[in-house]
């Protein structure tokens, strides 16, 4: 099993539709959690952090469950600029190593 | 400042050539990472270094040879590389310990031929 899953994709939505990601990690022992995008040649770019508690921020709505080892993206309204691969990365023991998922590729079309 | 940089951005390279890729942060991060990023795949991490010493080698071939020369510079070296290690090559930082993200750098696109 991998230490990070994330949804197979490609997700294809058309602008302003809700779109949700879904990313599982193993080590029970994980204590920090980012979702990253990443434009096609670009480097990966810190999306939101995600926090017990949940978090938004504008139209990107981030949920963790610690019990079920469970990480999720809401995003509402989709833009055609929101078009870009999303990493779920899970950060092990406050420590060095940071896990990424294989990344979920979403094209938003007009 | 938030920034990592890397230089170059771009590189072409023979198998015999020898070459370095440089990475900066003044984020005061004792974590530096360099990662390897072939096309739709994640970034396959490389190299670790903490508090300017090697901390983490994935099993990398000899072909690359990381250093540290500071708590700001990283520096990858690049010899007789081969065509399959065409790549992007990111440079990442974060604090040592604690709950932040890492910041990446622009990456460089390397071309070996």
């Known amino acids: 099993r991998k230490e990070v899953e994330q949804d197979p994709g490609p997700f294809n939505v058309p602008e302003g539709a809700t779109v949700a990601f879904n990313c599982t990690y193993s ?14 040649r670009k480097e990966p770019k810190l999306l939101m952090s995600v ?58 079309l007009p | 400042d938030t920034e990592v940089t890397q230089t170059p951005k771009h590189l072409v390279m023979g198998m015999t050539n020898k070459k370095s890729l440089k990475c900066e942060q003044h984020m005061g991060h004792r974590a530096m990472y360099w990662y390897k990023q072939k096309a739709k795949k994640p970034p396959e991490l490389m190299f670790v270094y ?14 690359f040879s990381p250093e540290c020369p500071n708590s700001s510079l990283l520096n990858l070296h690049l010899h007789a590389l081969q065509p399959e290690d065409s790549a992007l090559y990111l440079c990442a930082s974060s604090q040592e310990r604690g709950f932040d993200e890492q910041f990446f750098g622009p990456g460089t696109r390397l071309t070996v031929l």
């Open chain 1, 27 to 40: 080590n029970s022992a994980s204590q920090s959690f980012f979702w990253y995008r990443q434009d096609c």
């Open chain 2, 50 to 63: 903490s508090y300017e010493k090697l901390s983490i080698n994935e099993s990398v071939p000899s072909r």
């Open chain 1, 51 to 108: 926090y017990s508690s949940g978090n938004e921020d504008g139209r990107f709505t981030a949920q963790l469950n610690r019990a079920s080892q469970y990480i999720s993206l809401l995003i509402r309204d989709s833009k055609l600029s929101d078009s870009a691969t999303y990493l779920c990365v899970v950060r092990d023991n406050y420590g060095q190593n940071f896990v990424f998922g294989p990344g979920t590729r979403l094209s938003v």
